[in-house]
């Protein structure tokens, strides 16, 4: 057996040329690597709360990897993979034991957002996020080329709301709640909504922000308009808070409708204009002008693009979401919705800065 003689073009990089060439046009492949894998951290995230691990956890008040393999069923290799991403991602705390195992309890985040039962459980949107939103992300090419959502088929549905598993999208909705509580609280602190009386949100869901802005401003009395399947749960969540008195829920459709009920003087639109095409929301804003008073305002709370269109990364990648599983949506830029609210009548747009996972800004501009 003969041995060949290595010369210096085989023998590895010294560590010094190494870095010299790795950074040479000041590039690596950690970004590309970062983006091509972040699916797994979704989906770690989608199995723990399929799994109820989080829930599982609460429940023990922490435990180690076999007795949490136990509870869940699962064999003991898996389990130790699991808790290893979990813990690095920061969903679980690992607390070291004496005899070389370790205890595993719910980071805070997990605690408040993933045990189901809490107030703020947020696994029904991750479930609805891992059911209907991963598939269709995963047409993305498919959307891009044919302009139309993959979530659902639009020639043969209305919305993927329809033939969505009713228990699915019930934790959908209550997650749209949590999610909307924390941006309503948000709203309520960068605009002042002391000068209103009365406050119309057009399609509000659940409710979040009535419930929220009329905790933090007593005087205010809100009015939820939205279809009457979705009505129902703002009926009945306005009840479960016992503040059927200060919040009405009216049944409407506002697309359709020629005009929105009067009697407010500020209307509300979260997370409303991204799902439509720009005569939509131009329309839109035209009936909420032609119901406020004069003085009366109109705020907007998006996750809104920069007028360069090259970012936040958030606002950009909702705006593709609205791809995948709408017919029309888009997330628009600050001049476009500028220039829709001159064009609809009302006067200079303000926007204030929002730090949360709906927006990123409330748009704020009144009739003269």
Known sequence: M??????????????AQFREQRTANGATPVALMELTTGFWRFKVLAAGVEIGLFSVLERLGGADAARIGTELGLPARPVRMLLACCTALGLLRRL?????????????????????GRPHYFGGFVRYSDRYGYP???RLTEALRTDRPTTWDPDAQESAFVTADPAVLEGFWGAMFTLSSFTASELGEAY??????????VGGGAGAFPVGLCRRYPHLRATVLD??????????????LGMSDVIEVAEGDFLHDPQLP????????????????????RNLLKKCHAAL?????????????????????????????????????????????????????????????????????????RKP
């Open 192 to 201: 002042d909504f002391t000068r209103h009386r009365r406050l119309l949100d």
């Open 293 to 365: 008073p004069a003085g009366g305002a109109v705020v907007i709370c998006e996750l809104v693009l920069d007028d360069d269109e090259s970012g936040p990364a958030p606002a950009a990648l909702m705006g593709l979401n609205m791809l995948v599983e709408t017919r029309s949506g888009h997330n628009w830029t600050y001049a476009e919705y500028a220039r829709w609210l001159t064009e609809a009548g009302f006067g200079p747009m303000t926007v204030l800065p929002l730090d949360a996972a709906g927006a990123n800004a409330a748009l704020v501009a």
């Open 96 to 116: 070291p034991q004496g005899d070389g195992g370790a205890r595993y309890l719910n980071s805070p985040t997990a605690a408040e957002f993933l045990v189901e």
């Open 136 to 138: 269709g992300w995963g």
């Open 227 to 240: 279809l009457p399947r979705v009505a129902a749960m703002a009926r009945a969540k306005a009840a479960e």
């Open 262 to 281: 009067g009697g407010h003087d500020v209307i509300l639109l979260s997370m409303i204009l991204h799902d439509w095409d720009e005569r939509t929301g």
């Open 2 to 15: 003969t041995r060949s003689i290595a010369t210096d073009d085989d023998l590895p990089l010294h560590p």
